[in-house]
């Protein structure tokens, strides 16, 4: 199998230093591999958030279902991610999705937004899932003042075009909220979305899964997928899974020469996230940031983060290009440079849990759900730009629906899945990318130090 990323950004089994593992224990020795030939009517790639939420539909809709996972439920991104359940599945402005698509084509691609995260907040009422809820919407944060202006402007283009209705907070009115740190300059509030332990809704999602009758394969990697006689043919180390009709949901852990349909048209980047000990109500105020709200700032490199109702404080970075050892390390010592910098109170507080994994882009800049180009009766979502919790939820659905053909509406800003040009050399188009968003940077924060 051919993969973008070091072998290590594959290697099963627990990831070393994850703070979700604290808190939901994942028995290694419960995971059943395939070592047999099943035949089911639906045969589901991945057990992430996408796989799940397909399964748990389609077994609702009364087919049979198995989940074949290389690891285990929720190895992949879905179960060590920030826990944003927010609005996402693009890396394109608003502006610039009118201006190519058109106003009414935004507007449907917003509408599913915002149903994606009404989609995880009716997993976790009508599942019963208990997963440290929190957060009234998202927290745009400005890095400078420039930026600031530009969140104000957006705020009124959005509620312009989307009758989105956010509200603008100065330094000082984020100090009374307990959002305090001389970073920001600003910010503005999305009251749409919240945060959750990923983990404890990804085991919700495949305890569900499982009571209800979906067969779930973990250590069970697909190394390859035949058609004979109409259907696939789901080959693993030890098993084969026969299915009429396929869900791929391995999303930016995808291998790129496994299925020619999606060679060459996704792009796995890194995402990193450090966890602090539980911090003190007193170390919580040296900083004077007392509040459970989820934030981001505003730089195209973002930084993620949120105080958990456990007064531990996760701390995610967006960016990177390599998982070798080497490269891991260096984000490490980044991350915990950046939350230095953005939180000097808490400077000298450690943080013992930092991990990363893969997100993934596409060439159009939005994510895809919809047939896999060339192939009959298979379909996969991806592509969600780093916010697949809310969006993976979604897509697991229309995927179900895709598969039974039901008439469902998928709008067409997620309906294009391109090559990238050059694709084979398309991590280093990423990696030079990611270096001028780092040079823009440092020309900004010297323009701000200088005007
Ligand atoms: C560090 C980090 C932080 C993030 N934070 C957020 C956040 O706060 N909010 C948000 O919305 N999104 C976030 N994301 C993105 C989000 O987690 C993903 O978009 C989402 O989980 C994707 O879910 P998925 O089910 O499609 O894929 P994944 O969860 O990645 O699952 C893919 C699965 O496919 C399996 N697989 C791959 N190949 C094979 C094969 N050949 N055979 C069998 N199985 C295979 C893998 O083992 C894996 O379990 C973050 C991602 C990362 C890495």
Redesign the pocket.
């Known amino acids: 199998?051919k993969r973008l990323y070091e072998p290590d950004a594959y290697r099963?089994g627990l990831l070393p230093a994850n703070f979700w593992d604290t808190t939901e224990n994942t028995d290694l020795a419960q995971i059943t591999p395939l070592t047999d030939e099943v035949t089911v009517d639906i045969g589901i790639?991945?057990?992430?958030?996408?796989?799940?939420n397909a399964g748990i539909e389609l077994v609702r809709k009364g087919l049979s279902v198995s989940i074949?996972?290389?690891?285990?439920?929720?190895?992949?991104?879905?179960?060590?991610?920030?826990?944003?359940?927010?609005m996402?599945g693009s890396k394109n402005s608003w502006h610039s999705l009118i201006q190519k698509h058109g106003l009414d084509n935004a507007k449907q691609f917003y509408r599913a937004q915002i149903q994606s995260i009404e989609s995880v907040e009716e997993n976790l009422d009508s599942l019963s899932l208990k997963v440290d809820k929190h957060s009234n919407g998202e927290w745009e944060m400005a890095h400078d003042s420039y930026a600031m202006k530009d969140l104000v402007a957006d705020a009124k283009f959005m509620q312009h075009n989307f009758g989105l209705k956010s509200t603008i907070y100065s330094p000082s009115a984020l100090k009374e909220i307990g959002l305090s740190s001389s970073a920001f300059h600003g910010a503005v509030q999305n009251p749409h979305g919240f945060a959750i332990n990923?983990r404890k809704y990804v085991n919700g999602l495949r305890n569900h899964y499982l009571n209800t009758g979906g067969m779930l394969f973990g250590n069970?990697?697909?190394?390859t997928i035949e058609r004979q006689d109409n259907c696939y043919l789901l080959r693993?180390a030890q098993g084969v899974a026969r299915c009429k009709k396929l869900i791929v949901?391995?999303?930016?852990?995808?291998?790129d020469n496994?299925i020619k349909g999606l060679s060459g048209r996704y792009l796995p980047t890194?995402?990193?996230?450090l966890v602090s000990r539980r911090l003190s109500a007193q170390e919580l105020q040296q900083q004077g940031w007392t509040a459970h709200e989820m934030c981001y700032d505003s730089r195209r490199l973002l930084h993620?983060f949120r105080l958990m109702p456990n007064r531990h404080f996760l701390f995610?970075l967006r960016g990177g290009t390599s998982l070798s050892e080497n490269s891991v390390k260096k984000s490490h010592v980044r991350a915990r440079h950046d939350f230095e910098r953005m939180f000097p109170a808490w400077a000298h507080i450690e943080t013992p849990w930092f991990?990363?994994?893969?997100?993934?882009l596409s060439r159009t800049m939005n994510m895809y759900v919809g047939a896999i180009p060339d192939w009959n009766n298979a379909w996969t979502?991806?592509a969600?730009h780093?916010?697949?919790?809310?969006?993976?939820t979604w897509?697991?659905k229309k995927l179900a629906q895709l598969a039974v053909g039901e008439k469902t509406k998928i709008p067409k800003i997620m309906t294009t899945l391109k090559k990238f040009p050059l694709h084979p050399l398309r991590k280093n188009f990423i990696k030079a990318a990611y270096s001028w968003y780092e040079t823009q940077e440092l020309f900004q924060s010297i323009r701000q130090k200088l005007f």
């Open positions: 199998m099963s790639i991945g057990a992430g958030i996408t796989g799940l074949l996972d290389a690891s285990h439920s929720g190895w992949g991104a879905s179960g060590r991610n920030g826990g944003f359940v927010c996402g990923p069970s990697k697909v190394s693993t949901a391995t999303n930016g852990y995808t291998a496994w890194v995402s990193n996230i993620y995610g991990w990363s994994g893969l997100v993934c979502g991806m969600y780093g916010n697949g919790v809310a969006m993976g897509t697991g």
